[in-house]
């Protein structure tokens, strides 16, 4: 009986003895193993499925190509250039493919293998994370200068960090390294030009001064020394007989006036006087004002110099005239007195006279400082030195109401002070015009073709003429009157009140000048007098008689002049 079998799917009866009709089925059987069995020459053989070569046994072969168009020519397993061998991820989810890039580079899973690039390892196959340790380089040596190539263009943040901002110089070993020197102390050598050690050697220790105030002094060409500094108020001198070629001496001007300024303001009709320093400063340790002084012993020869480290001032009250006249710029002179080494301020309308001691007044803060020839401070002092370091000019509407600032400080010595005053200012009267109808005593004048700022004229009818000092100086007064036939007085008064009264009979004190006619005057009969005083402010001036002068004339003239 035959048996069947199956070859690619086909079923075939294969014979057995005694079978008839049996040809027909070998025949397509022999025929099938021909033309689709595989065979030893080669050829295409298409499968219908994959092939299961089962769990035992696998395919042995010199190589396996695939099928693209270009296969590799070599190699035991063939392919294409685009083609891969792939492997199931771990998580089996994915492919991991082995492939080829178009720079030939061997690639899994789309990441280089081995290198970016065929040849050289470069800087930037290597990761920054990759941390290779050095023991697992296989080196036969050290890494010499050859080793690297000079394309590789090894990166300076490859390199393990050094300390920051110091200084690299090279050990004794040759060996680039780090110096306790930072970058900040290496700046300073900046704009250096030649040896800094030859340049330090040239300069002089600090240590060679050891008090404050020492000086270094040449005794020699390049050569110093140290010059100690001198004691409070001593000045340094040039002495060649010293060996440093200076010397400090203790030297005290009388006339000395350090860094003095004055300042002065208004306030509640009250004048301030403020002393200051050359700066407009109040005095203190760092910025003294220094003033000499002569001796509180008139009998002594020993100047002092006084210090003022503090601020210092003094106060006319309202109500104070300070013995000025109402509109009439008038003076205050300022000083400054030495009260047992402590200064103070002190003023007046007069003048001070520094070669004496005065005794002052307390101005009293209650508006009676009214006496122009008074030295007035805010305390009474007595028997003290006095040294006069300014004058101001002041002007006020009413005197005693002081509602403006001096307007003009003068800071130094009287000398220097009054040398830039205007003098010769002169009241000149002439062509006598009777007398006052109530100041019988006192002359009227017609004309008046000369006046002056430091003195006030004034005439009327009633009081007749008169001039009011406004500055403390020396003026010269004369005058000169006429009379047809009786006896005439002429005269000169100060600060009279007796202006009915002959001038021959008033107040002595109060008679400037007088001259008295012997006889009875024959026509035009003259008297002249004249006098030289000095006078301060809301001094009064009259030309004052005893029996009526007639002339109208040229022989009746009043004449004032400020000579100092």
């Given at each position: 009986?035959?048996?069947?079998?199956?070859?690619n799917?086909?079923?075939?009866?294969?014979?057995?003895?005694?079978d008839?009709?049996w040809?027909?089925d070998?025949?397509?059987?022999?025929?099938?193993?021909?033309?689709?069995?595989?065979?030893?020459?080669?050829?295409?053989?298409t499968?219908?499925?994959?092939t299961?070569?089962?769990?035992?046994?696998?395919?042995?072969?010199?190589?396996?190509k695939s099928?693209?168009?270009?296969?590799?020519a070599?190699?035991?397993?063939?392919?294409?250039?685009?083609?891969?061998i792939?492997?199931?991820n771990?998580?089996?989810?994915?492919?991991?493919?082995?492939?080829?890039?178009?720079?030939?580079?061997?690639?899994?899973?789309?990441?280089n293998?081995?290198?970016?690039?065929?040849?050289?390892?470069?800087n930037?196959?290597?990761?920054?994370?990759?941390?290779?340790?050095?023991?697992?380089?296989?080196?036969?040596?050290?890494?010499?200068?050859?080793?690297?190539?000079?394309?590789?263009?090894?990166?300076?943040s490859?390199?393990?960090?050094?300390?920051?901002?110091?200084?690299?110089?090279?050990?004794?070993?040759g060996v680039?390294?780090?110096?306790?020197?930072?970058?900040?102390?290496?700046g300073?050598?900046?704009?250096?030009?030649?040896?800094?050690?030859?340049?330090?050697?040239?300069?002089?220790?600090?240590s060679?001064?050891?008090t404050?105030?020492?000086?270094?002094?040449?005794?020699?060409?390049?050569?110093?020394?140290?010059?100690?500094a001198?004691s409070?108020?001593?000045?340094?001198?040039?002495?060649?007989?010293?060996?440093?070629?200076?010397?400090?001496?203790?030297?005290?001007?009388?006339?000395?006036?350090?860094?003095?300024?004055?300042?002065?303001?208004?306030?509640?009709?009250?004048?301030?006087?403020?002393?200051?320093?050359?700066a407009?400063?109040?005095a203190?340790?760092?910025?003294?004002?220094?003033v000499?002084?002569?001796?509180?012993?008139?009998?002594?020869?020993?100047?002092?110099?006084?210090?003022?480290?503090?601020?210092?001032?003094?106060?006319?009250?309202?109500?104070?005239?300070?013995?000025?006249?109402?509109?009439?710029?008038?003076?205050?002179?300022?000083?400054?007195?030495?009260?047992a080494?402590?200064?103070?301020?002190?003023?007046?309308?007069?003048p001070?006279?520094?070669?004496?001691?005065?005794?002052?007044?307390?101005?009293g803060?209650?508006?009676?400082?009214?006496?122009?020839?008074t030295?007035?401070?805010?305390?009474?002092?007595?028997?003290?030195?006095?040294?006069m370091?300014?004058?101001?000019?002041?002007?006020?509407?009413?005197?005693?109401?002081?509602?403006?600032?001096p307007?003009?400080i003068?800071v130094?010595?009287?000398?220097?002070?009054?040398?830039?005053?205007?003098?010769?200012?002169?009241v000149?009267?002439?062509?006598?015009?009777?007398?006052?109808?109530?100041?019988?005593?006192?002359?009227?004048?017609?004309?008046?073709?000369?006046?002056?700022?430091?003195?006030?004229?004034?005439?009327?009818a009633?009081?007749?003429?008169?001039?009011?000092?406004g500055?403390?100086?020396?003026?010269s007064?004369?005058?000169?009157?006429?009379?047809?036939?009786?006896?005439?007085d002429?005269?000169?008064?100060?600060?009279?009140?007796?202006l009915?009264?002959?001038?021959?009979?008033i107040?002595?004190?109060?008679?400037?000048?007088i001259?008295?006619?012997?006889?009875?005057?024959?026509?035009?009969?003259?008297?002249?007098?004249?006098?030289?005083r000095?006078?301060g402010?809301?001094?009064?001036?009259r030309?004052?008689?005893?029996?009526?002068?007639?002339?109208?004339g040229?022989?009746?003239w009043?004449?004032?002049?400020?000579?100092?």
């Amino acid at each position: 009986m035959s048996s069947n079998i199956t070859f690619n799917g086909v079923t075939y009866a294969i014979p057995d003895d005694g079978d008839f009709n049996w040809g027909p089925d070998l025949t397509a059987y022999f025929i099938a193993i021909a033309s689709s069995a595989l065979q030893k020459t080669g050829g295409s053989f298409t499968l219908g499925a994959e092939t299961d070569f089962g769990a035992s046994y696998g395919l042995k072969s010199l190589y396996y190509k695939s099928r693209h168009a270009n296969p590799a020519a070599a190699g035991q397993v063939r392919l294409g250039n685009l083609e891969s061998i792939s492997w199931r991820n771990n998580a089996n989810n994915a492919d991991l493919a082995l492939t080829s890039n178009a720079s030939d580079a061997l690639l899994f899973n789309s990441k280089n293998v081995l290198f970016s690039a065929l040849g050289l390892i470069v800087n930037a196959d290597v990761n920054a994370a990759a941390a290779i340790a050095y023991s697992k380089l296989n080196l036969t040596g050290l890494v010499v200068n050859a080793d690297i190539a000079a394309a590789a263009a090894i990166a300076y943040s490859k390199l393990a960090a050094l300390t920051a901002s110091r200084l690299l110089v090279s050990s004794a070993g040759g060996v680039v390294s780090v110096s306790a020197v930072t970058d900040t102390e290496a700046g300073y050598l900046a704009g250096v030009t030649s040896a800094i050690q030859t340049q330090m050697n040239t300069k002089q220790l600090r240590s060679v001064l050891t008090t404050k105030g020492d000086l270094y002094v040449a005794t020699a060409s390049d050569t110093t020394t140290r010059l100690p500094a001198g004691s409070d108020d001593q000045m340094l001198v040039a002495d060649s007989a010293q060996a440093a070629g200076l010397a400090y001496q203790t030297y005290i001007d009388p006339s000395a006036l350090f860094n003095v300024g004055i300042a002065c303001s208004v306030g509640s009709n009250a004048l301030t006087i403020a002393l200051k320093t050359a700066a407009g400063n109040n005095a203190s340790s760092t910025d003294p004002i220094r003033v000499g002084f002569r001796s509180a012993t008139l009998t002594s020869g020993i100047m002092s110099f006084v210090k003022c480290t503090a601020a210092l001032s003094t106060v006319i009250s309202s109500g104070s005239t300070a013995g000025h006249v109402s509109a009439q710029e008038c003076e205050i002179y300022v000083g400054l007195l030495n009260n047992a080494g402590a200064l103070e301020l002190c003023w007046s309308a007069y003048p001070f006279d520094e070669n004496a001691l005065i005794s002052t007044t307390a101005e009293g803060g209650a508006g009676a400082a009214d006496v122009a020839s008074t030295i007035y401070s805010t305390t009474a002092r007595s028997n003290v030195a006095v040294r006069m370091i300014g004058r101001l000019l002041s002007t006020q509407t009413t005197a005693g109401t002081w509602a403006v600032v001096p307007t003009n400080i003068q800071v130094g010595s009287l000398a220097k002070i009054r040398s830039g005053d205007v003098l010769n200012q002169q009241v000149y009267l002439h062509a006598g015009n009777g007398y006052g109808s109530t100041n019988t005593k006192i002359r009227r004048y017609t004309n008046a073709p000369l006046t002056a700022t430091d003195m006030v004229y004034a005439d009327s009818a009633t009081n007749g003429m008169s001039v009011t000092v406004g500055k403390w100086g020396l003026y010269s007064i004369s005058r000169n009157d006429a009379v047809v036939s009786a006896n005439l007085d002429v005269g000169i008064s100060l600060n009279s009140n007796q202006l009915t009264t002959n001038v021959s009979t008033i107040t002595a004190s109060n008679r400037v000048a007088i001259w008295e006619m012997p006889t009875t005057g024959s026509a035009n009969s003259q008297g002249n007098v004249s006098a030289t005083r000095f006078l301060g402010p809301g001094d009064v001036i009259r030309a004052h008689d005893n029996l009526a002068a007639t002339d109208t004339g040229v022989y009746s003239w009043f004449l004032m002049t400020r000579v100092r």
